[in-house]
């Protein structure tokens, strides 16, 4: 069984996605055998269950504050390309997130805007921008994703209509969606895409290809995936095909 696990694990960190029906071929054993050792592979934190198979688990882990000071060039190059999808005049919730905590501070000081958030820190960020409106989105504060979450944060959600929705992501992959570590964390952020007239999501190279426990939408309902320059052209034709316009951007020095 732990020679199996073992190859499971390389497969998962070569390919990426592993399905238990290839798996149980491989190995001569059944698809029960091969989903029991993904089930316990999944419960130590091995990889991330989906229909099928299984994926690598998603590389964001950690307090908002531990995130914010991960890969901050190639965050700063996405939230830059994000920053440039935002309507002036508009009304836009800004998910919890590091990376949109990036897309906050690159926001273009004169872009008027009424932007609402659950993330202290975010509205922190946001007040430095003279012509935006800013409306803090109340609770009990989350300490591993730096917003606000529970019954008050739905019940403040609950009297905005925000123009576009910056979602945020701990893992993305076609057939998984987007995801997340926190059962709380994926019912806000779901609540908050639907009610929103559009969804965008910036995602670092890493998310891709990879799952957290809980999930929050299809690929579909992302109107925009902002991304790095380097996603594999193939991979970003997956997404368009489900809908999603990708928006790259620029290198990083």
């Given at each position: ?87 002036a005049g508009s009304c836009v919730f800004f ?18 805007l009424t932007a609402a958030t659950n993330a ?134």
């Amino acid at each position: 069984m732990r020679e199996r696990q073992g190859v499971i694990s390389e497969r998962l960190r070569l390919n990426g996605r592993v399905l238990a029906a290839e798996l149980a071929l491989e190995f001569g054993v059944s698809e029960d055998t091969v989903r029991r050792d993904l089930r316990e592979m999944a419960a130590a934190g091995l990889c991330e269950r989906v229909y099928g198979g299984a994926l690598p688990v998603s590389p964001a882990h950690g307090s908002l504050t531990q995130r914010t000071g991960f890969a901050a060039d190639r965050k700063q190059a996405v939230a830059r390309a994000a920053a440039k999808q935002i309507a002036a005049g508009s009304c836009v919730f800004f998910d919890a997130g590091s990376t949109n905590l990036a897309i906050a501070n690159a926001l273009p000081a004169e872009l008027e805007l009424t932007a609402a958030t659950n993330a202290p820190v975010i509205a922190a960020a946001l007040i430095d921008k003279p012509a935006v409106n800013v409306i803090l989105i109340g609770g009990m504060v989350d300490r591993q994703t730096g917003g606000a979450l529970g019954a008050k944060a739905l019940r403040d959600m609950e009297q905005i209509s925000p123009d576009l929705c910056i979602l945020g992501a701990c893992g993305i992959d076609l057939e998984a969606g987007i995801t997340t570590f926190g059962f709380e964390d994926a019912e806000f952020k779901r609540f908050a895409a639907s009610r929103s007239k559009r969804v965008m999501a910036a995602v670092t190279s890493e998310k891709f290809g990879t799952a957290a426990p809980h999930s929050i939408l299809p690929v579909a309902h992302c109107e925009c995936l902002v991304v790095e320059h380097d996603v594999d052209p193939a991979i970003l034709a997956g997404y368009r095909e489900r809908g999603c316009r990708t928006v790259i951007a620029e290198k990083t020095n």
